[in-house]
């Protein structure tokens, strides 16, 4: 719920998902992280407090928010990795394919980076997660996939041949990391029961997907855009300063007060 300008960071990955096209989340939360869901649903008496002392442009963000999407949540009473994360969602996802979105992972750029993931779905009816390059001594930090072209494609869908959840650098397959944005078929379900605990004494979605990867084939989609990890303090401040240029209200007084600053 850490405001980036004027909104929680999982407001700005709940907008990706809606201006992506689709239209339910699941949250998976932990016991103490309080009523998340709460701001995604209607809330009558604040609601009914704003249009009494005239607070209209407050009470039209709000209801907004309300109205974006329909948020259930699903608590994860422990801490036992992202891969278990996705485990808790399985009575109500294991249908159809679906999205996984990590709350810390924002991204700006003109397409959102989970409808270029979708679009990429489309091509190749297959999982498909989305990748990004960054330097060698990066990569511990991160899900790392081994890929191949894919013929016929553009230089950015490939083939993902194998996955290493936060290897040392010599280790690394590649560095091409995942940058917590998936489109998941069930099967990943079968395979996360599989799934042993990795990195961290946690259940890893990466390893997940490497089982998944023995009886499905699973994709890779290098986007295009910026990623921000919220979790990191330099990138948190990053994130601030480069939402709050783009900000329609604030954006313009903002460059110009930056543009004063003697660093
Ligand atoms: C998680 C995933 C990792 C992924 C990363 C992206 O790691 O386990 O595969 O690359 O998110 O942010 P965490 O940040 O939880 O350590």
């Known amino acids: 719920m850490l405001p980036i300008v004027d909104r929680p960071t999982i407001q700005y990955v709940v907008e990706e998902v809606v201006r992506s096209g689709l239209e339910k ?58 891969g278990h994360a996705v485990l808790v969602t399985e009575s109500l996802l294991a249908e159809e394919p679906f999205a ?26 297959a999982s498909v997660v989305a990748v990004m390059e960054v330097p060698p001594e990066a990569v511990s930090r991160y899900g790392v996939v081994a890929v ?13 041949r194998d996955l290493v959840e936060k290897p040392a650098p010599e280790d690394a397959p590649s560095n091409l990391i995942i940058p917590g944005r998936y489109i998941l078929t069930p099967g990943i379900f079968e395979a996360l029961h599989a799934t042993q605990p990795g990195a961290g004494g946690e259940i890893q979605l990466t390893d997940g997907l490497k089982g998944l990867l023995e009886r499905e084939p699973l994709y890779a989609y290098r986007f295009r855009g910026v990623r921000y990890d919220a979790g990191n303090k330099l990138d948190y401040l990053i994130a601030t300063v480069q939402f709050a240029l783009e900000h329609p209200e604030v954006g313009e007084e903002f460059r110009n007060y930056l543009k004063g600053l003697r660093l």
């Open 25 to 82: 989340v699941v949250l998976v939360t932990s016991p103490d992280k309080g009523d998340i869901e709460g701001h995604f649903t209607h809330n009558a008496r604040l609601e009914q407090h704003l249009r009494e002392s005239g607070k209209l442009k407050e009470l039209q963000m709000v209801e907004e928010i309300a109205e974006m999407v329909s948020v259930a949540s699903v608590r994860q009473e422990n801490p036992m990795g992202l």
């Open 100 to 125: 996984v979105l990590l709350g810390d992972d924002i991204f700006s750029g003109d397409v959102p980076c989970l409808k270029q993931l979708l679009d990429a779905y489309e091509t190749c009816q």
């Open 148 to 160: 191949e072209p894919v013929e016929g494609s553009d230089d950015r869908l490939f083939r993902v």
